[in-house]
């Protein structure tokens, strides 16, 4: 079982901070887009932050009350209006860095563990709500941050200009995206004893690999919206469509009500517009073949469409920085991705003791493996 460390709790609160700073920056972006008269693009930055909140925080509830069923039944309602005002997830935190300390600061200490508790009580509370988090922040990663970084390349592309906000907002989102995709792949290993520690070099490479064709999809899609936003709203919708009529296929059973399962599948088809997950822990070579083979077909497509409809556009030094972007970030992402799959994922994730209730861990011990066995992988 991972140990939380030291310097996993520095990063838990510098996650805390990027997170507060990224509200911050939210809701001053959208304040400048209103104060110039641009209701529209403040209206869509405040619909995604609305949106990613309110999932975050049904979500969070629904693990609240599936961990507490049958006990703290006055905690429970406490911690529903918590949530009902948007600020659950502060809980969440509040809990990991009160575990975190114990568990980094005070690795003697099992004060808090009964005595049938196993020894590495505290290790595993938390690193379970460490877990949790990340999770959650996937969620709104790519229910807020990611649409987020396409508006504003979108805004930058159609207008051309050069506000200080408007960067602040794009290295916020490319900063979210980093460190929830980093920390969402730790979380796996973690919860997966019998896989490799996930060491630096793993993780960049990871980062980049996602990163890289995230940014290579965003602006492609960028490039269809400056030439219709009507084609660009089809094609995301057709898109999602896909992702959700796969996630169905799949039978995912991540949440114990059909309601929240549907939501659930809901999402997970969101995010598969931007990025491939591997919704059931199994191999699947074929499907993100497919997957990044289209998109490579659909961007080169994007760029030709403009060559024929658009051929003036094309002297644009602006068109031409996005198109080398665009296809030198889709090429290094494809790289970055098959050495990561050659060299550095925990494959065969579905061997009993790694998809099983429990697993065994270190000297014996028997280690849950909780509910992000039936997460999104990858």
Same mark, same amino acid.
């Given at each position: 079982m991972m140990k939380f460390t030291k310097q996993n709790f520095i990063f838990l609160v510098g996650g805390i901070i990027i997170y507060v700073v990224d509200i911050g920056v939210d809701f001053w972006v959208a304040s400048k887009y209103f104060c110039q008269g641009q209701y529209s693009w403040s209206i869509l930055i405040l619909c995604f932050r609305g949106l990613s909140s309110l999932i975050t925080q049904i979500f969070s509830y629904e693990w609240f009350k599936n961990d507490w069923e049958g006990t703290n039944t006055g905690k429970l309602k406490w911690i529903f209006l918590v949530h009902l005002f948007q600020c659950g997830i502060f809980i969440r935190y509040w809990f990991a860095l009160k575990y975190g300390r114990q568990a980094a600061f005070k690795q003697n200490s099992i004060r808090d563990a009964s005595e049938t508790d196993p020894p590495n009580f505290i290790q595993k509370k938390a690193i379970d709500v460490v877990t949790d988090i990340n999770m959650l922040r996937v969620f709104k990663t790519f229910l807020e941050t990611t649409p987020q970084l396409f508006v504003q390349i979108y805004i930058l592309m159609e207008h051309g200009k050069n506000n200080i906000y408007e960067y602040a907002a794009i290295i916020m989102s490319f900063c979210g995206i980093s460190i929830s995709t980093v920390d969402y792949q730790i979380s796996l290993r973690s919860s997966l004893p019998d896989k490799a520690e996930f060491r630096v070099l793993p993780k960049l490479v990871y980062l980049f690999y996602k990163l890289l064709t995230i940014t290579s999809w965003i602006l492609s899609i960028s490039l269809v919206t400056l030439l219709s936003i009507r084609s660009s709203v089809i094609l995301l919708i057709f898109l999602w469509i896909c992702g959700f009529t796969w996630v169905l296929k799949q039978h995912t059973t991540f949440c114990k009500s059909k309601k929240m399962e549907y939501l659930y599948r809901t999402v997970v088809g969101i995010i598969l517009i931007f990025t491939f997950f591997n919704i059931k822990g199994r191999k699947t070579k074929v499907c993100i073949s497919i997957y990044y083979a289209t998109h490579t077909v659909v961007t080169l497509g994007?760029?030709?469409?403009?060559?024929?409809?658009? @051929?003036?556009?094309?002297?644009?030094?602006? /068109?031409?920085?996005?198109?080398?972007?665009?296809?030198?970030?889709?090429?290094?992402?494809?790289?970055?991705?098959?050495?990561?799959?050659?060299?550095?994922? @925990?494959?065969?994730?579905?061997? @009993?003791?790694?998809?099983?209730? !429990?697993?065994?861990? !270190?000297?014996?011990?028997?280690?849950?493996?909780?509910?992000?066995?039936? /997460?999104?992988?990858?």
């Amino acid at each position: 079982m991972m140990k939380f460390t030291k310097q996993n709790f520095i990063f838990l609160v510098g996650g805390i901070i990027i997170y507060v700073v990224d509200i911050g920056v939210d809701f001053w972006v959208a304040s400048k887009y209103f104060c110039q008269g641009q209701y529209s693009w403040s209206i869509l930055i405040l619909c995604f932050r609305g949106l990613s909140s309110l999932i975050t925080q049904i979500f969070s509830y629904e693990w609240f009350k599936n961990d507490w069923e049958g006990t703290n039944t006055g905690k429970l309602k406490w911690i529903f209006l918590v949530h009902l005002f948007q600020c659950g997830i502060f809980i969440r935190y509040w809990f990991a860095l009160k575990y975190g300390r114990q568990a980094a600061f005070k690795q003697n200490s099992i004060r808090d563990a009964s005595e049938t508790d196993p020894p590495n009580f505290i290790q595993k509370k938390a690193i379970d709500v460490v877990t949790d988090i990340n999770m959650l922040r996937v969620f709104k990663t790519f229910l807020e941050t990611t649409p987020q970084l396409f508006v504003q390349i979108y805004i930058l592309m159609e207008h051309g200009k050069n506000n200080i906000y408007e960067y602040a907002a794009i290295i916020m989102s490319f900063c979210g995206i980093s460190i929830s995709t980093v920390d969402y792949q730790i979380s796996l290993r973690s919860s997966l004893p019998d896989k490799a520690e996930f060491r630096v070099l793993p993780k960049l490479v990871y980062l980049f690999y996602k990163l890289l064709t995230i940014t290579s999809w965003i602006l492609s899609i960028s490039l269809v919206t400056l030439l219709s936003i009507r084609s660009s709203v089809i094609l995301l919708i057709f898109l999602w469509i896909c992702g959700f009529t796969w996630v169905l296929k799949q039978h995912t059973t991540f949440c114990k009500s059909k309601k929240m399962e549907y939501l659930y599948r809901t999402v997970v088809g969101i995010i598969l517009i931007f990025t491939f997950f591997n919704i059931k822990g199994r191999k699947t070579k074929v499907c993100i073949s497919i997957y990044y083979a289209t998109h490579t077909v659909v961007t080169l497509g994007i760029l030709f469409v403009y060559m024929f409809w658009k @051929p003036s556009i094309i002297k644009d030094i602006h /068109f031409t920085v996005v198109t080398i972007l665009t296809i030198l970030s889709l090429v290094l992402g494809i790289i970055f991705l098959i050495v990561y799959y050659r060299h550095f994922h @925990p494959t065969a994730y579905c061997r @009993p003791q790694a998809c099983s209730d !429990e697993v065994d861990g !270190e000297a014996g011990q028997r280690v849950e493996i909780g509910r992000f066995q039936n /997460f999104i992988m990858q």
